[in-house]
Each structure stands twice: as C-alpha cells, then as structure tokens.
C-alpha cells in the first residue's frame, strides 16, 4: 500500500512568487492535513480538508490555502513568498475518527531566496 | 489552549544504554497522545499512541511510553539504544474528535559509541 506522496520534493522560489504544493493520501483516507516544519517555530499544523471542505485551520496568514480534490488528494499554495516561508511543508492523511493514526508524507522542501 | 513541552532539547547517550525522553502536555480536556520520530531528511513516522486503557504502551522499534494523567506525562523510553535510533523525536497532542496534532518542540536523540 503507497504511504502518502508529496511533490515535488525540493524547490527554490523567489520571494514575490508564489507555489503550489502537491499531496496524494493513503488509499482510502480522506482526511488530509498540512504542516509547515521551520527550525525555530517546530511543526505547526496549517489546516485540515476532510471531503473537499476546510475543517480546521491553523493561525497562518492568508497567503496560505488548500483544497482537496474528490479524490482526496490535496493542494496547498502559498502566494507572495517571503523568506520566512523557507520550510518543510509536510502532508498527513488518516482514515476519519478521533485517534486515528495520522500517516505523514516525506515533505516538500520550499527555499525562498 | 492545549500545549506540549519537551523538556530536553537534546539527549545524548551512549549505545545499548537506557534512554528516557520526556513529555509533558497541558491541556482542559482529554487528549490523544503520540510519539513520533523523524530520520534525517524524513517525514515523521509513529512510534506509539495512547487512547485509551492501560496506560503503558509500547511501540515499534523497542520504544514504549507511560501515561500519567495526574502529572499529564507522557514520557518515551527504551532500555537499550542502538546506533540507528539517532533521531528526532516529537511528541505530539490531539484532541477528541479533531484530526489535527499539536505538537512539542522536539528532542534530538544522538547516541555515541
């Protein structure tokens, strides 16, 4: 069974521009979340779709959104880059139910020169 | 607001010692609890959860924890470490209901020969 899949793995923008991240889920999950992974704020959740709508959303700027597909795979984009959104931005996806076992993909490497 | 703090950035150990990483969570109602570790270059991948019933729990590669309620603790450990253990560490929250983990800061684990 594919673990969750995230593309691609490694990019540079340039501040100004923006970027569209990209995440398959596990087979049959069809709760998916980001989170963004920086050396001085740690793993920060930025929000959660569960059939293509927005359930939970973190404390992040606008510049910040998602959706989710009727497939359940999952898109974040983050407009008008700043250096500060250097990060490891993370996928997770997990079958619906309180205590299920939320599976990460490997990152999306995002360096904002 | 609900919080997890790790209390030791960085543990360094030799090999085949035992090794205790701490975690303790505050928060107003009942939580999940979960280890999880990070290779380098990685995506987080689960050790061990807490649901629910005993309040040991034991996890892959060796690893268990201890649920303590009335200190809300939820400490990892593992009796004898191995090189290949290296590794960052995360101790994460989430609560009934929301498929979304909050975090602590993370603790290095490096073992020595």
């Known amino acids: 069974k594919a673990g969750v899949t995230q593309t691609p793995r490694y990019l540079i923008k340039t501040r100004g521009q923006q970027v569209t991240l990209s995440c398959s889920p596990i087979?049959?999950?069809?709760?998916v979340s980001w989170y963004q992974q920086t050396p001085g704020q740690g793993l920060q959740f930025l929000f959660e779709?569960?059939?293509?709508?927005?359930?939970n959303k973190g404390n992040f700027p606008g510049r910040f959104s998602g959706r989710q597909f009727s497939n359940s795979r999952s898109e974040m984009n983050v407009s008008t880059l700043e250096l500060g959104d250097s990060a490891l931005y993370l996928c997770?996806?997990?079958?619906?139910?309180?205590?299920?076992?939320?599976?990460f993909g490997e990152g999306s490497w995002l360096t904002v020169v | 607001a609900q919080s997890v703090t790790q209390l030791d950035s960085q543990v360094p150990v030799f090999e085949e010692a035992p090794v205790e990483l701490r975690c303790n969570y505050s928060?107003?109602?009942?939580?999940?609890l979960f280890w999880y570790v990070q290779y380098p270059n990685q995506g987080l991948q689960l050790l061990l959860k807490?649901?629910?019933?005993?309040?040991l729990v034991k996890g892959i590669n060796g690893f268990e924890a201890e649920f303590n309620k009335s200190q809300t603790s939820f400490h990892l450990r593992k009796p004898s470490v191995h090189i290949s253990d290296t590794a960052e560490y995360f101790c994460?929250?989430?609560?009934?209901?929301?498929?979304?983990?909050?975090f602590g800061q993370g603790t290095r684990l490096t073992i020595n020969p």
């Open positions: 928060s107003s109602v009942s939580v999940y």
């Open positions: 994460a929250v989430s609560f009934q209901g929301a498929q979304k983990l909050v």
């Open positions: 997770a996806s997990s079958f619906e139910g309180a205590g299920n076992t939320i599976y």
């Open positions: 779709y569960f059939s293509e709508t927005q359930r």
């Open positions: 087979s049959g999950h069809r709760s």
């Open positions: 807490y649901l629910s019933g005993s309040t």
